[in-house]
Structures are given as structure tokens and as C-alpha cells.
């Protein structure tokens, strides 16, 4: 089990002829992920490198590969459009990898997005979702890993699978950021606690599913024993979170935020992380992530511990 | 991105919002001759304003309200080619080459009204409060209930009777109403034809009723823009109107090498990839007792290039006496930029401690790189985690 996505999904690739999607559609394929098509108006008809199909419109990939997730790498200016012909053709999981988004344009689409109920988006400006797999054989890079799904950018052998875990013990991740979502993952593989599910929920300031969605999600997943929030400065959604854990979660939560140490007023890379009010400071957050009893790991070096600790599992490093 | 107040202006008044009639002037002539036509239109007090994008202007000095053409000429005189220093510029202040010369205004009454994103809800809001020319975070905490946020629909906008309805609870009156209702849609419509990030009028003020305008008229005397970089590309008229001169040089050079760079006030520089561990990074090097010098993210596709010009820019601050180096190679490849750190230290010289901190994609052939490098870049070491990094490029410059 997993939220979102697992060994069954059928993934479908937007922008799958330019440089960065085919990349990453060659990543995700080594991973094991079940990539079925791709869509590049003008070129359908056509294969890529890897042989998939290749599709003018979302809606002819859906009906010819019976695709239910799709990534998204298509260029910010044509993004937003990419999204909604996503969604109007039934995907469930849309993962919009695409950093730069005009925010004007994400505000229609969140308005527009209401009217598919179905469709989950991820993003954009993030690392995408992944559900590990099983390692079969190899290490490291070369790992050979079977039934898990990969759907964006990160790498995919610093994950573990539950069944791979030598505590039995495994967590969800709900990230702003990418590289620190590694950073956890990385941590957490390193002491033997293997991840359920990681999402990258992106560093924009309006996007789609957000934390509440998530961490509800995982509650309700029987596999996942624990919960890694890592948030940033910018926005409150990091506070309501903490409150809807106080009332609703019953697992174990562990948290991050990044840019305790951030000048106000400043974008600090991802758009979204600028400081506005006292309500979105990293140590307002971070306050209120203690008031609900929420355990906070004061250095990104602690995240593994922190979750290990909350997990009730003894630590050794 | 950010523009003038001048700049500003004209849009406001392209938009159909009224402004009082004002100049862009460089040089004390043409402030002069600015001047003398305000005074000449009938009008009794002209308002000369340095055009900086840092605020603090008043307390400054570089405000200045005047009744004659010799004080004018004394403002200009005194404001262009002088370095403006406020509490936003720094010790080093920022240089006024512009001045704005406008027509004073008799203010019978301020108000305030802005539109920006409410992140919470992913909707555009108008943000509006009857207590004008104070500034809106100083409202917000001392009378919160004197701000009235009205949600802006994204995909039909702010209708008529929203607007007047909004006008009314703000206490406008008579003809003020739909005075002010047309202020507030041409302004809602204004903010996303050009994807701004915020837009806000302060104060938007009525003066005081004459025989014309026996309800007074509704004016907007200053503005401020800010605009979503991510969508210039759309707004060639925008991208006009970007000011170089009022960035940090630093900063500007990054972004030509992909790198995003914010200068901050330590001696710890950090290079990282990633937006989220790059702010991390520095808060951890804070944690152990530094001070960051800046936020650095190389973007995920680093070059022996871009590392080369992020380590200039970082060595170029003179208050840097350590560089922390602190990678996650997730499609990057470690030993690619193991290699484009050994190159780049190498070009540039490391006289300062240099701590690096490598981990995923190829990190075993990454720190062979490193190790072989040592030599040749003696104040290199490396560390094995984030934590040992922190503590080791702290302990380096204590």
C-alpha cells in the first residue's frame, strides 16, 4: 500500500520530446515505473527513443494507453494549458514538474481544477511523487527495483521500501522543497525506516494538493507508520497544518522548516518563499508546529533522527 | 521586479486611474521648468520626490513639498547625484538620478488600497482599509478590523457592486462611491493584465469639495508595483521598465549564470543546489555558530561555469572567510560537480576554508576527485555529513 500511485499506475509523459522529458521518461523507465506514452502536439504518431507512443492530445494517450497519472515538463508559458488538458482527460495524478509558472496562471487553474474533483495536482515547481520499489538485485545508482512507481525527477535508488527496511518501519514525506526531500529520504534509508510515499508538493505559491490532503492520505494508508512535513517561509499552510494535526492525526509527525535564517521581504530561490506577515516566519511555523505536539527537528541534519525518535525506534549514529 | 513611482504612475493613469499631473525630471533645469508649469496651471504647492526604489523617502529628506521655484531648484539641486540613505538602502545608500515633480494635493481625507494574492486560498484579494497614509503592517497590528479584504473571483473579476459595496464600508459617500468603485475594478483588472504581484495605491486620498466636485474627487498620489518575474516574459512594456541600477550588481550577475543569489550580512559563503537546502544550509551554519553570507542555489544542472562565477561572487564579498559547499546529487551527478569544484577553486583561488559536503548520484567517484584534488587546493577538506560540513567550515572561521 501507498497513497497516490503504486506499481500499477500507468504514467504518461507531457513535453516527452524535449530534452528534460525524455530525459526523465528514461529515468523513471529504469526505475520501473510503468511509462506508457507521451504527448508532443505535432508529433503523434511518432515513438521516442524508448519506444513509447507518442500522442497530439492528452485525450488520444488516455484512450490509447489507458494512462491514469501523467509529468508534466512542458515549458512554463504552455504549463498551465498542459495541466488543464490533464485533467479534462481523466487523469487522476497529475505531477507539473515545470518550474517558472506565471502565479496569474496557476490562479485560474486552481479555480478551473474545482470542477475535477478526481484529479490530484502535484505541483508545479516540484520534484514529483514516488512510491519505492523493491530492490532485486544491484546498489546504489544501479539498484534494479521492482513494482515501485517514480514520477518526476528525484533519485530513485536513495529510497527504500517498506518490505527493504530493516526497522519494518516506514514513513510518507511531504516536501516544498526537492533537494531537502532527498535529504530526509537519504536520512531516513540511512537508519532502516523506508518510505511509503514521497511528494513533493512544489515551491510555488499557489499549487495544488497541499499538506492537510496529504497527511490525511497517509493516515488513512495501513503502511505508513509516520508522517516527514518539511516545510519553508512563505505562505500559512505549514501552520493549519500543524492544527489539523493536533485534532485529526493519530501517527507519529515529524517536521522541518527551512529559512528560519532568511531576510524578510527577500525571495530566497523558489517563489514562494518570501516572508510577507509575522504568520509565515520559518519560527512562527515552527512554533506552531510544537504547540500541537508535532516533534521539530531543529537542523536539516536531524531530520532522520527526529522521525526515528518519533517512531519510538532507538537511535544509533 | 519592481519599478518607479513615476513609472508607476503612468500606469495607473493609462488605466483610466487619476493621478495628480506630474514629471519625470534628470536634471535641475528641467525640475525647474517642471516647476514653473505646475505653478503656472494654478495650482500653489508642487511635491518633488527622489525616484529610488527603497522607501524611507520622507525621513530621508528626499520628499520635499515646495511653494516657490528657488526652494525647487534647492530640492533638485540637493536630491540628484546625492546618495539617498534610509533605513531600506544600507550605510552605502543609493544614488537619486530621478526625481518626480508633481502637483501637491489638499487632502480631505486618506485611504489605502492594494490588490495582491491571498496564498491561502490561491486567490487574488483586494485589500482596502479607510486609514490611508500609514503604513498597511502598522494597521494590520494595531486595528486590524480596519482592513477589509475582498476575495477577487479568478475568472470573472471584481464586479461593480462588489466594488461599491466595498466603497461604502470604507465610508465613501455620494459621487465618491462610484468614484472610487471604478478605482477599484480599473485597478483589480490593471493587476492581472500585467501579472503583477502586487499593486498598491497609498494613500488613494479625496480632496476637499469645490463648486465642480461638490463631493470631492478620488485620487490616487502614489504607487507601488511589484511584478511576477516569472511572467515578463509576456510584458516586453514591463521588462522596459526595469531599473538595473537599483539591484545588487551580485545578484544580477547570477541570474545570467542561472544561479539564484541573495547577498545576506555573515562571513560563511554557501554554494548549494536546490532552494530548499540552500536555505537550509544556511540555517544550520547558523545553528553551529556562523553567519551566512548569502543564500546560493546552482540550479540543477550546474556547470564547471556556473560553479566557476558562483564561487566568484562568493569570494567576491570581502566579508567571506569560509565557503561552505553542500551538494545532494540527485540527477546531477556528484563527480560532475566534484569536477566543476576542483576546476573552478582552482581558476578562482581559495585562500579562504573550504568545506565540502557531497552526497547521492556517483559520490564515490565524487570524493576520489576531491581527495586527488587536495593538493592542489590546500584549504579544502570534506565532510561526510551536513551536520560535520556545519561544524567544520564554523570551526574554520572562528
Request: hydrophobic share 45%; with cysteine; glycine share 12%.
Given at each position: 500500500?501507498?497513497i497516490?500511485?503504486?506499481?500499477?499506475?500507468?504514467?504518461?509523459?507531457?513535453?516527452?520530446?524535449?530534452s528534460?522529458?525524455?530525459f526523465?521518461?528514461?529515468?523513471c523507465?529504469?526505475?520501473?515505473?510503468q511509462?506508457v506514452g507521451?504527448?508532443?502536439?505535432g508529433?503523434?504518431?511518432?515513438?521516442?527513443?524508448?519506444?513509447?507512443?507518442?500522442?497530439?492530445?492528452?485525450?488520444?494517450?488516455?484512450?490509447?494507453?489507458?494512462?491514469?497519472a501523467?509529468?508534466?515538463?512542458?515549458?512554463?508559458?504552455?504549463?498551465?494549458?498542459?495541466?488543464?488538458e490533464?485533467?479534462?482527460?481523466?487523469?487522476?495524478?497529475?505531477?507539473?514538474?515545470?518550474?517558472?509558472?506565471?502565479v496569474?496562471?496557476?490562479v485560474?487553474?486552481?479555480?478551473?481544477?474545482?470542477?475535477?474533483?478526481?484529479s490530484?495536482?502535484?505541483?508545479?515547481?516540484?520534484?514529483?511523487?514516488?512510491?519505492p520499489?523493491?530492490?532485486?538485485s544491484?546498489e546504489?545508482?544501479?539498484?534494479?527495483?521492482?513494482?515501485?512507481?517514480?514520477?518526476?525527477?528525484?533519485?530513485?535508488?536513495?529510497?527504500?521500501?517498506?518490505?527493504?527496511?530493516s526497522?519494518?518501519?516506514?514513513?510518507?514525506?511531504?516536501s516544498?522543497?526537492?533537494?531537502?526531500?532527498?535529504?530526509?529520504?537519504?536520512?531516513?534509508?540511512?537508519?532502516?525506516?523506508?518510505?511509503?510515499?514521497c511528494?513533493?508538493?512544489?515551491?510555488?505559491?499557489?499549487?495544488?494538493?497541499?499538506?492537510?490532503d496529504?497527511?490525511?492520505?497517509?493516515e488513512?494508508?495501513p503502511?505508513?507508520d509516520?508522517?516527514?512535513?518539511?516545510?519553508?517561509?512563505?505562505?500559512?499552510?505549514?501552520?493549519?497544518?500543524a492544527?489539523?494535526?493536533?485534532?485529526?492525526?493519530?501517527?507519529?509527525?515529524?517536521?522541518?522548516i527551512?529559512?528560519?535564517?532568511?531576510?524578510?521581504?527577500?525571495?530566497?530561490?523558489?517563489?514562494?518563499?518570501?516572508i510577507?506577515?509575522?504568520?509565515?516566519?520559518?519560527?512562527?511555523?515552527?512554533?506552531?508546529?510544537?504547540?500541537?505536539?508535532?516533534?521539530?527537528?531543529?537542523?536539516?541534519?536531524?531530520?532522520?533522527t527526529?522521525?526515528?525518535?518519533?517512531?519510538?525506534?532507538?537511535?544509533?549514529? | 521586479?519592481?519599478?518607479?513611482?513615476?513609472?508607476?504612475?503612468?500606469?495607473?493613469?493609462?488605466?483610466?486611474?487619476?493621478?495628480?499631473?506630474?514629471?519625470?525630471?534628470?536634471?535641475?533645469?528641467?525640475?525647474?521648468?517642471?516647476?514653473?508649469?505646475?505653478?503656472?496651471?494654478?495650482?500653489?504647492?508642487?511635491?518633488?520626490?527622489?525616484q529610488v526604489?527603497?522607501?524611507?523617502?520622507?525621513?530621508?529628506?528626499?520628499?520635499?513639498?515646495?511653494?516657490?521655484?528657488?526652494?525647487?531648484?534647492?530640492?533638485?539641486?540637493?536630491?540628484?547625484?546625492?546618495?539617498?540613505?534610509?533605513?531600506?538602502?544600507?550605510?552605502?545608500?543609493?544614488?537619486?538620478?530621478?526625481?518626480?515633480?508633481?502637483?501637491?494635493?489638499?487632502?480631505?481625507?486618506?485611504?489605502y488600497?492594494?490588490v495582491?494574492?491571498?496564498?491561502?486560498?490561491?486567490?487574488?484579494?483586494?485589500?482596502?482599509s479607510?486609514?490611508g497614509?500609514?503604513?498597511?503592517?502598522?494597521?494590520?497590528?494595531?486595528?486590524?478590523?480596519?482592513?477589509?479584504?475582498?476575495?477577487?473571483?479568478?475568472?470573472?473579476?471584481?464586479?461593480a457592486?462588489?466594488?461599491?459595496?466595498?466603497?461604502?464600508?470604507?465610508?465613501?459617500?455620494?459621487?465618491?462611491?462610484?468614484?472610487?468603485?471604478?478605482?477599484?475594478?480599473?485597478?483589480?483588472?490593471?493587476?492581472?493584465?500585467?501579472?503583477?504581484?502586487?499593486?498598491?495605491?497609498?494613500?488613494?486620498?479625496?480632496?476637499?469639495?469645490t463648486d465642480?466636485?461638490p463631493?470631492?474627487?478620488?485620487?490616487?498620489?502614489?504607487?507601488?508595483?511589484?511584478f511576477?518575474?516569472?511572467?515578463?516574459?509576456?510584458?516586453?512594456?514591463?521588462?522596459a521598465?526595469?531599473?538595473?541600477?537599483e539591484e545588487?550588481?551580485?545578484?544580477?550577475?547570477?541570474?545570467?549564470?542561472?544561479?539564484s543569489?541573495?547577498?545576506?550580512?555573515g562571513?560563511?559563503?554557501?554554494?548549494?543546489?536546490?532552494?530548499?537546502?540552500?536555505?537550509?544550509?544556511?540555517d544550520?551554519?547558523?545553528?553551529?555558530?556562523g553567519?551566512?553570507a548569502?543564500?546560493l542555489?546552482v540550479?540543477?544542472?550546474?556547470t564547471?561555469?556556473?560553479?566557476?562565477?558562483a564561487f566568484?561572487i562568493?569570494?567576491?564579498?570581502?566579508?567571506?572567510?569560509?565557503v561552505l559547499?553542500?551538494?545532494?546529487?540527485?540527477?546531477?551527478?556528484?563527480?560532475?560537480?566534484?569536477?566543476?569544484?576542483?576546476?573552478?577553486?582552482k581558476?578562482?583561488g581559495?585562500?579562504?576554508?573550504?568545506?565540502?559536503?557531497?552526497?547521492?548520484?556517483?559520490?564515490?567517484?565524487?570524493?576520489?576527485?576531491?581527495?586527488?584534488?587536495?593538493?592542489?587546493i590546500?584549504?579544502?577538506?570534506?565532510?561526510?555529513?551536513?551536520?560535520?560540513?556545519?561544524?567544520?567550515v564554523?570551526d574554520a572561521?572562528?
Amino acid at each position: 500500500m501507498a497513497i497516490l500511485v503504486d506499481g500499477n499506475t500507468k504514467v504518461l509523459c507531457q513535453g516527452i520530446t524535449g530534452s528534460t522529458g525524455a530525459f526523465h521518461t528514461k529515468g523513471c523507465l529504469a526505475y520501473g515505473t510503468q511509462m506508457v506514452g507521451g504527448v508532443t502536439p505535432g508529433k503523434g504518431g511518432t515513438h521516442d527513443a524508448n519506444g513509447l507512443p507518442i500522442f497530439d492530445t492528452v485525450r488520444e494517450a488516455v484512450d490509447g494507453t489507458g494512462a491514469d497519472a501523467t509529468m508534466i515538463f512542458v515549458p512554463p508559458p504552455f504549463a498551465a494549458d498542459a495541466i488543464l488538458e490533464a485533467a479534462e482527460a481523466g487523469l487522476h495524478v497529475i505531477c507539473a514538474i515545470t518550474e517558472g509558472i506565471p502565479v496569474q496562471d496557476m490562479v485560474r487553474v486552481r479555480a478551473i481544477l474545482r470542477e475535477y474533483p478526481r484529479s490530484v495536482l502535484i505541483g508545479p515547481n516540484c520534484p514529483g511523487v514516488i512510491t519505492p520499489g523493491r530492490r532485486v538485485s544491484g546498489e546504489g545508482p544501479d539498484s534494479v527495483i521492482e513494482g515501485g512507481c517514480k514520477i518526476g525527477i528525484m533519485p530513485g535508488y536513495i529510497h527504500t521500501a517498506k518490505a527493504d527496511a530493516s526497522t519494518g518501519k516506514a514513513v510518507g514525506v511531504i516536501s516544498r522543497s526537492g533537494t531537502l526531500t532527498y535529504e530526509a529520504v537519504w536520512q531516513t534509508s540511512v537508519l532502516g525506516i523506508g518510505q511509503t510515499t514521497c511528494v513533493g508538493i512544489g515551491g510555488d505559491p499557489v499549487r495544488g494538493t497541499g499538506f492537510i490532503d496529504l497527511i490525511e492520505r497517509f493516515e488513512g494508508d495501513p503502511e505508513t507508520d509516520g508522517i516527514i512535513v518539511i516545510g519553508e517561509i512563505g505562505g500559512t499552510d505549514e501552520i493549519e497544518a500543524a492544527y489539523w494535526i493536533k485534532e485529526h492525526a493519530k501517527k507519529p509527525v515529524a517536521a522541518f522548516i527551512a529559512g528560519r535564517t532568511a531576510p524578510p521581504g527577500k525571495r530566497m530561490g523558489h517563489a514562494g518563499a518570501i516572508i510577507g506577515g509575522t504568520e509565515d516566519t520559518a519560527d512562527a511555523k515552527i512554533a506552531a508546529f510544537k504547540a500541537c505536539g508535532v516533534d521539530v527537528a531543529e537542523s536539516p541534519a536531524d531530520l532522520g533522527t527526529t522521525m526515528a525518535k518519533a517512531l519510538g525506534l532507538e537511535v544509533t549514529i | 521586479m519592481k519599478i518607479h513611482e513615476y513609472q508607476a504612475r503612468q500606469l495607473l493613469s493609462d488605466a483610466g486611474i487619476p493621478v495628480p499631473p506630474g514629471q519625470m525630471v534628470e536634471t535641475v533645469e528641467d525640475a525647474v521648468a517642471e516647476t514653473k508649469k505646475i505653478f503656472a496651471s494654478g495650482e500653489s504647492l508642487v511635491v518633488i520626490k527622489a525616484q529610488v526604489h527603497a522607501g524611507g523617502r520622507g525621513k530621508a529628506g528626499f520628499v520635499k513639498l515646495v511653494r516657490s521655484v528657488e526652494e525647487a531648484r534647492e530640492a533638485a539641486d540637493f536630491m540628484l547625484g546625492n546618495r539617498m540613505v534610509s533605513v531600506q538602502t544600507g550605510a552605502e545608500g543609493i544614488e537619486v538620478k530621478r526625481l518626480l515633480i508633481a502637483a501637491g494635493v489638499d487632502i480631505e481625507k486618506e485611504y489605502y488600497l492594494a490588490v495582491t494574492l491571498d496564498r491561502n486560498n490561491g486567490v487574488n484579494t483586494l485589500i482596502a482599509s479607510a486609514e490611508g497614509g500609514v503604513e498597511i503592517e502598522t494597521v494590520a497590528h494595531d486595528n486590524p478590523d480596519a482592513i477589509h479584504k475582498v476575495p477577487i473571483h479568478p475568472l470573472s473579476g471584481l464586479e461593480a457592486f462588489e466594488a461599491r459595496a466595498l466603497a461604502k464600508r470604507l465610508g465613501f459617500h455620494g459621487r465618491q462611491i462610484q468614484q472610487a468603485a471604478t478605482i477599484m475594478q480599473r485597478l483589480a483588472s490593471l493587476y492581472s493584465s500585467l501579472d503583477a504581484s502586487i499593486v498598491e495605491i497609498n494613500p488613494l486620498i479625496v480632496t476637499p469639495p469645490t463648486d465642480a466636485a461638490p463631493d470631492g474627487r478620488v485620487i490616487a498620489i502614489d504607487a507601488k508595483f511589484g511584478f511576477d518575474d516569472n511572467a515578463l516574459y509576456r510584458h516586453p512594456e514591463l521588462k522596459a521598465m526595469h531599473d538595473p541600477a537599483e539591484e545588487n550588481p551580485a545578484e544580477i550577475r547570477a541570474e545570467e549564470f542561472g544561479l539564484s543569489y541573495v547577498a545576506l550580512d555573515g562571513t560563511i559563503g554557501c554554494l548549494v543546489n536546490g532552494a530548499g537546502l540552500a536555505m537550509s544550509t544556511m540555517d544550520i551554519v547558523k545553528l553551529h555558530g556562523g553567519e551566512p553570507a548569502n543564500f546560493l542555489d546552482v540550479g540543477g544542472s550546474a556547470t564547471k561555469e556556473s560553479v566557476t562565477e558562483a564561487f566568484r561572487i562568493i569570494l567576491g564579498d570581502g566579508r567571506v572567510n569560509g565557503v561552505l559547499v553542500n551538494i545532494f546529487g540527485g540527477i546531477m551527478r556528484c563527480d560532475t560537480i566534484a569536477s566543476a569544484i576542483v576546476a573552478a577553486a582552482k581558476e578562482v583561488g581559495f585562500d579562504v576554508p573550504l568545506v565540502v559536503r557531497l552526497e547521492g548520484t556517483e559520490v564515490d567517484a565524487a570524493r576520489q576527485i576531491l581527495e586527488d584534488a587536495k593538493a592542489d587546493i590546500p584549504s579544502m577538506q570534506t565532510a561526510r555529513n551536513l551536520a560535520e560540513a556545519a561544524a567544520a567550515v564554523c570551526d574554520a572561521v572562528a
